[in-house]
């Protein structure tokens, strides 16, 4: 399947912050208004050639449905391990491999480009894609401005520390934390600890800025980084899951992960929670799961 890439620079994910405190700011990029996108989603590169893989001719899709390219699913993706990895123009991970699904139960060719958090946002509205799959988590907003699949499974905040047992919010009072860009919590942070929050580019920015000390704290999401700190660069960092508290409303709700789709485009969507619901209900899902090391109870089943 055909696979390019256009921001390389998400993937190069060096400890590099971009220290905001206006919560004008944060709450732009979670809802896909930040100009940096622009930018992001105009450089990179592309690995599409003529050896794209070819759909067969005999394929029948499950559904039948209009994309913006004929023949083609094209779909903005962000590195974010273990849900989706692009590795030798291959798209993999527990999202990655939904994505090929859908294309394939759909005789599509996949086109999945690799973008920022906030490209891939203001790429699906601005008509550069039919859908995204990158550890979304949906809430009004988002309902809002795009079509949301069925859930996927339950997404949780993370807190990774030197070993600090912290794991509440007034434990983390007068303390230098960091999160990445585009996360729904983003807001309610910048509410609850100002100037204390510093947003990062990426996961991995914010976890080895504290493994370098220079925060104390960094908020992430829990499954993703329950894998990434298996590695032995990280093995005296810890990741607790944040207690719910009525001081952080995010984690009073389930925040569950889901796809995002071009708004308006419903018959996607219908499709994608088909091929969504067998991915579940197969085990194939689960198997994913304990593959990179995750509790597959937190899989929402297409049934729930």
């Not at 990158?134 to 069925?150: G, I, K, P």
């Not at 493994?211 to 960092?237: E, F």
């Not at 419903?266 to 994608?272: G, N």
């Amino acid at each position: 399947m055909w696979v390019t890439c256009i921001d390389d620079l998400t993937r190069i994910e060096a400890p590099m912050a971009i220290v905001s405190s206006d919560r004008k700011h944060s709450k732009l990029i979670a809802s896909g208004g930040a100009l940096a996108a622009i930018a992001l989603l105009a450089t990179g590169c592309s690995s599409g050639n003529g050896n794209a893989a070819t759909v067969d001719e005999n394929c029948t899709p499950v559904a039948q449905v209009e994309t913006m390219t004929e023949g083609k699913l094209k779909a903005l993706v962000v590195e974010h391990p273990p849900f989706v990895t692009m590795q030798g123009g291959t798209l993999s991970g527990i999202e990655g491999e939904l994505l090929q699904k859908v294309a394939a139960d759909l005789c599509l060719e996949l086109d999945a480009q690799v973008t920022s958090f906030a490209g891939a946002i203001e790429g699906l509205q601005n008509n550069r894609a039919d859908l995204s799959s990158s550890n979304w988590t949906v809430n009004d907003e988002r309902r809002e401005l795009f079509e949301v699949s069925n859930p996927m499974y339950e997404s949780r905040m993370g807190l990774v520390t030197k070993g600090q047992d912290w794991d509440t919010p007034e434990a983390l009072e007068g303390k230098k934390i960091g999160t990445p860009q585009g996360y729904l919590w983003n807001e309610q942070l910048h509410e609850l600890y100002g100037d204390n929050i510093t947003e990062y580019q990426s996961d991995v920015a914010v976890i080895d800025d504290v493994k370098a000390g220079r925060i104390d704290v960094g908020i992430v999401n829990n499954h993703a980084n329950s894998w990434r700190l298996t590695q032995d660069q990280y093995k005296d960092l810890t990741l607790k899951t944040m207690q719910t508290s009525d001081k952080l409303p995010h984690t009073q709700k389930e925040a569950l992960a889901v796809v995002l789709v071009k708004k308006g485009e419903t018959d996607l969507r219908d499709a994608v929670n088909v091929v969504l619901g067998e991915y579940q209900d197969s085990g194939e899902m689960k198997a994913q799961f304990e593959e990179y090391g995750l509790d597959p109870q937190f899989i929402v089943s297409s049934g729930s």
